[in-house]
């Protein structure tokens, strides 16, 4: 009990203390770790944890959406918006038709745009400011995701 007390504790002080490109790549590393983790319970027929990691990761998506600022975001987010959307609706289906395929695509999707975040995230670390081309990285992964839907 007290093990499991201090696990929380722990990653409660770690998510009120990290930076927001750290919180936003770990809603993306949390998202893709779960989606993996549904699609190992469904090749295992283990429905129960299927669903479960499904739900959550489902869950950090609606999170990624509902925190997008159209505002400051423009164009990026906007197809993030409808990136994220597009997402929630194939892992729907997904669930209803018990489709590792979907999965695995919504994990490619997830895995391009973190990457591209990682990137930026990582070198405005090293003291780097985000330049115009950086965004455009970000929103050509964005671009080449839509493309390949």
């Known amino acids: 009990m007290y093990a499991k007390n201090a696990h929380t504790t722990y990653q409660t002080v770690q998510v009120t203390t990290t930076d927001r490109g750290r919180l936003l790549l770990m809603m993306y590393e949390g998202a893709i770790k779960f989606l993996k983790q549904s699609k190992a319970g469904l090749e295992a027929n283990d ?69 591209a975040y990682k990137e930026i995230i990582e070198g405005e670390k090293k003291g780097a400011t985000v330049t115009p081309e950086e965004t455009a990285r970000v929103g050509e992964a964005v671009r080449r995701v839509q493309i390949s839907l």
């Open 47 to 115: 429905i129960a944890k299927f669903c479960r990691y499904l739900s959550k990761s489902q869950a950090i998506i609606a999170e990624l959406m509902n925190t997008l600022d159209f505002e400051k975001g423009g164009t990026i987010a906007r197809d993030l918006d409808r990136l994220y959307d597009f997402m929630l609706f194939y892992l729907t289906e997904a669930n209803l038709h018990r489709d590792g395929v979907r999965i695995t695509k919504v994990i490619g999707l997830l895995d391009t745009i973190y990457s």
